[in-house]
């Protein structure tokens, strides 16, 4: 068995930085997206910026440990404080360069569900629901699914589409349903 | 609080709390509202962290509408869980929102608009639960979302209701402005000629404001920017007790139902979440002469 030196969620943040280019506005969300934007400023993308939907704009980490973006070390040495709509009007813009999004479920054309697994009146399992995953999904220039890879999560389609990635998949479905961000998928 | 409480936040109202999303969550008037047995509430936010699954837990909820109801630090909301699957401890009705849709409900009944349209929800299926997001052709209409009451816990305000507030706001202000009515909670209650030193960041007009409780420590165990730190411990201890419904009626008697009022809370809080490093910003000039 090959060993290494890294884990799987260390795998996954340093794959989630490489996708923050320098200079790019990121909406961030929490967990390990906070860390890839940590890593990715530290290295190749020193002037990138973190948007957060609470009404925050960085132009680097946070210095103390966050539990949640709302933690007062994120808003200490922040570029702006402010409202959510007017985080969400850069977005609506198109002026998010990336966003992240992590889900219970996600599907071969990158549809994501966050909120019910089975039946809608009576779930299986009631997940947290949309937060700004399909704020993000539909008004992001692009963005990144971060989620373990285990089989009951990676399905063939969602039951329901919280946050949309290509829909059906047929060519241009997110620009005929009026969604802004990338024609297809990068990989 | 428990005068406030009783008198602006009665069974079958529909209230916002935890417009910041993660910070200045009012705990202690949620707390209130279980100690008095709210029944029938319709709770409206964006993400309370565990705020809302205390409630439902509690019994105390008919629907929510909101964007996300969980544990921010810990993950699923249990409570919520055993109400939308098996119904307990009562049934509940869901009426889902993104965070961008339901701050745009709140302004749509801020600016008394029939509705808002946005692009935000297209290709969603969240709309399809929710009577009050109809989808046309390009764009949502988002309709709007009227609280009855308001809570929000802030830095500092006066008795006539002129709040201080800093950080960031989440959906605060429209949350404000479209409620009948809003209770403040703050952790200083300072004289009008401090608030008023600083009209630019008076939170909202006095006249939306019937309460005005001093209660230090009322966010806890969310934060508070200049006052509080997040108690993630007190989150991951609610996580692994809600697990289980005698698990929360056990946590809801020890840190709710037991309780008096916030200042016996606060004696069992860890005094070291006080934040002791403080930031001041630059005073600003409103000279007119």
Redo the contacts between chains.
Sequence with gaps: MAMSDYTPPELMVAAAAREIADGELVFVG?RLPVLAYGVASATHAPHARAL?????MRDRPAEGFL??????PN??GALW?????NV?ALM?QGMADLGFIGGAEVDRHGNLNT?YIGD?Q??????????????I???SRRWVTLMNHERRRLVERVS?????GY?DGSAG??QR????GAAQPRS | MREAIARFAPDGATIALGT????AIPFAAGHELIRQGRRDLTLVG??S?TLFDQLIGAGCVERVV?????N??E???HA??RA??KGEPRPIEIH??????I??AL?AAAWNAPFIP?????????P??NPGLQVEE??VRVLPVKPDVTILHVQRADAGGRAHA?????????AGLAAERVILSCEELVDAEVTLSDPNRILLPDAKVAAVVHEPGGSHP??L??YW??D?AA?REYAGRSRTAEGFAGWLREWVLDVPDRQAYLARVDPALR?SRH?YSAPVDYGDE
């Design positions: 929490m957060f939907e609470l009404g925050l539990g949640t973006m709302g933690d007062p808003v200490a404080a402010t409202r959510m709509s969400m609506a909120s809608r009576r779930p299986d399992v009631k997940l947290p629901g949309s937060g700004g995953g399909a704020d999904a539909i008004l329901y589409v919280t946050s949309p829909g479905w997110r349903n009026g969604l802004l | 910041c999303l993660e910070p964006p993400i962290d909101a964007a996300w109801v969980g921010v630090s993950g699923l909301g919520y869980r939308a699957e889902d929102h993104s965070n961008f849709s701050a745009l302004w946005t692009r935000t929800l297209l290709g969603s299926d969240v399809r639960g390009g764009w800093w950080g960031p706001l989440g959906i605060t202000e429209e969310a934060p920017q200049g730190r997040r993630h989150h934040i930031r």
